[in-house]
């Protein structure tokens, strides 16, 4: 039987070292614009020893283990748009030690159970966005819920992970095809078949300043084919009713650079684009008359470059319009979509409408398919709208009530 002065000796050899928690280190991500908080975890483990003392022989003591103390690195992120306070998280796992005195005789010895107690941190993890600069770190401390399990001669640590970040995101979104697309008509009941059918369009113009009445969401956009009496006769009429009618865009003169079609001058067409078109600036946005996507000396592009040159500042424009007619697949696609950022670079970096395009030779399904996906991207979110020629039978459409080919492309089903 050992003194008490020995019980008290071995009690105090195994008597537990407590480490307390030590403050998360910070780490300061700083910009113009921002300094972000990051935290770190720690954990903190104390072990219980049990020491069992038998009459009549030397008392054992187990090792004591040194508590533990970890540092797992929250992840982190910022950009320059914004600031993030992160969360700290403390794991704590505390134990004691307890000696337990056995007695011992000629019956059996009663034996003590070594307990565990755990207490465990449920993590939290706090993510706040700022979007001005943070000066003071703002610390978040997670709210235990202690929970004791007895586990024979086990020390366990409650691990946890803490994601401690306020990520911002930004997402570029593109301009819808179907809010972009339109269409190029004669036959306004092929409009609303083609929307029957589930086509995608927002837009339509038939090459005049009036029409039959359109299916419900359908924008009708009036053109000014030509200054010529025929054409401009009730054009101040069918504008402000049309514009009266939801249309936010007038259309100028057809092709004036080819001259099977509205067959102008430039300088002839600039002073009829001030005289007609000018007074509905403020009311509409207003285009530059459309031309073809020839390269011929006093055509297309050189055509539209002598215009502003005869408007010397005077003609009201928002954004060009231009035609192309080429071959089909991906290379006749490519050729297109380039001459549409040819026609923006000549267009003082104003917007695009593609009223007329199609596909005149090869494969005119992987040319939609290659137009279609691509006109939807950001790099060409400066064409604004396009139609494609057009929907009537032969083209977009097969018969009268189903979509070709090319046209279920072009219609997004």
Same mark, same amino acid.
């Given at each position: 039987?050992? %003194?008490?002065?020995?019980?008290?000796?071995?009690?105090?050899?195994?008597?537990?070292?407590?480490?307390?928690?030590?403050?998360?280190?910070?780490?300061?991500?700083?910009?113009?614009?921002?300094?972000?908080?990051?935290?770190?975890?720690?954990?903190?483990?104390?072990?219980?020893?049990?020491?069992?003392?038998?009459?009549?022989?030397?008392?054992?003591?187990?090792?004591?283990?040194?508590?533990?103390?970890?540092?797992?690195?929250?992840?982190?992120?910022?950009?320059?748009?914004?600031?993030?306070?992160?969360?700290?998280?403390?794991?704590?796992?505390?134990?004691?030690?307890?000696?337990?005195?056995?007695?011992?005789?000629?019956?059996?010895?009663?034996?003590?159970?070594?307990?565990?107690?755990?207490? &465990?941190?449920?993590?939290?993890?706090?993510?706040?966005?700022?979007?001005?600069?943070?000066?003071?770190?703002?610390?978040?401390?997670?709210?235990?819920?202690?929970?004791?399990?007895?586990?024979?001669?086990?020390? %366990?640590?409650?691990?946890?992970?803490?994601?401690? &970040?306020?990520?911002?995101?930004? %997402?570029?979104?593109?301009?819808?095809?179907?809010?972009?697309?339109?269409?190029?008509?004669?036959?306004?009941?092929?409009?609303?078949?083609?929307?029957?059918?589930?086509?995608?369009?927002?837009?339509?113009?038939?090459?005049?300043?009036?029409?039959?009445?359109?299916?419900?969401?359908?924008?009708?956009?009036?053109?000014?084919?030509?200054?010529?009496?025929?054409?401009?006769?009730?054009?101040?009429?069918?504008?402000?009713?049309?514009?009266?009618?939801?249309?936010?865009?007038?259309?100028?003169?057809?092709?004036?650079?080819?001259?099977?079609?509205?067959?102008?001058?430039?300088?002839?067409?600039?002073?009829?684009?001030?005289?007609?078109?000018?007074?509905?600036?403020g009311q509409a946005r207003i285009s530059t008359p459309a031309?073809?996507?020839?390269?011929?000396?006093?055509q297309g592009l050189d055509w539209l470059k002598q215009f502003?040159?005869?408007?010397?500042?005077?003609?009201?424009?928002?954004?060009?319009?231009?035609?192309?007619?080429?071959?089909?697949?991906?290379?006749?696609?490519?050729?297109?979509?380039?001459?549409?950022?040819?026609?923006?670079?000549?267009?003082?970096?104003?917007?695009?409408?593609?009223?007329?395009?199609? &596909?005149?030779?090869?494969?005119?399904?992987?040319?939609?398919?290659?137009?279609?996906?691509?006109? &939807?991207?950001?790099?060409?979110?400066?064409?604004e709208k396009y139609s494609y020629f057009m929907a009537g039978?032969?083209?977009?459409?097969?018969?009268?009530?189903?979509?070709?080919?090319?046209?279920?492309?072009?219609?997004?089903?």
């Open positions: 039987m050992y %003194s008490k002065t020995s019980l008290m000796a071995l009690c105090a050899a195994a008597a537990v070292r407590e480490v307390a928690a030590g403050r998360g280190h910070q780490h300061m991500h700083a910009n113009k614009r921002e300094i972000v908080w990051a935290a770190t975890e720690t954990v903190v483990v104390t072990d219980w020893v049990t020491v069992t003392v038998t009459e009549g022989e030397e008392p054992t003591v187990a090792a004591v283990p040194t508590s533990v103390q970890g540092h797992r690195p929250a992840h982190h992120s910022h950009s320059k748009q914004s600031s993030a306070v992160a969360a700290t998280t403390t794991s704590t796992i505390e134990s004691s030690t307890s000696v337990f005195i056995e007695a011992s005789s000629s019956a059996s010895a009663t034996t003590a159970t070594p307990t565990t107690m755990i207490t &465990a941190v449920k993590p939290t993890t706090t993510t706040v966005a700022l979007s001005s600069v943070v000066s003071t770190p703002s610390e978040v401390t997670s709210v235990a819920e202690q929970t004791t399990v007895a586990i024979p001669t086990t020390t %366990s640590v409650a691990s946890t992970t803490t994601s401690a &970040a306020a990520t911002a995101t930004t %997402s570029v979104v593109s301009s819808s095809g179907g809010n972009k697309r339109g269409l190029a008509f004669n036959d306004a009941s092929l409009v609303q078949e083609y929307v029957n059918l589930g086509g995608a369009a927002s837009w339509a113009y038939n090459w005049g300043s009036s029409t039959a009445d359109l299916p419900s969401g359908i924008t009708y956009y009036p053109m000014l084919w030509s200054p010529a009496s025929e054409h401009s006769n009730g054009w101040d009429g069918f504008a402000k009713a049309a514009i009266a009618n939801g249309a936010d865009a007038l259309l100028s003169f057809n092709e004036p650079d080819i001259a099977s079609q509205a067959n102008m001058s430039p300088a002839a067409a600039a002073a009829a684009h001030i005289q007609w078109m000018n007074p509905y600036a031309i073809s996507s020839s390269e011929n000396s006093g502003f040159a005869a408007c010397n500042g005077q003609c009201k424009f928002d954004f060009c319009a231009a035609h192309w007619y080429g071959p089909g697949d991906k290379a006749g696609a490519d050729a297109f979509l380039s001459h549409l950022q040819d026609v923006q670079s000549n267009c003082d970096g104003k917007p695009v409408w593609v009223t007329e395009f199609a &596909a005149e030779s090869g494969s005119v399904d992987v040319f939609m398919q290659e137009v279609v996906e691509k006109l &939807a991207t950001d790099d060409f979110s400066f064409v039978v032969g083209e977009l459409f097969s018969t009268s009530t189903s979509l070709s080919s090319y046209g279920k492309i072009y219609a997004g089903i």
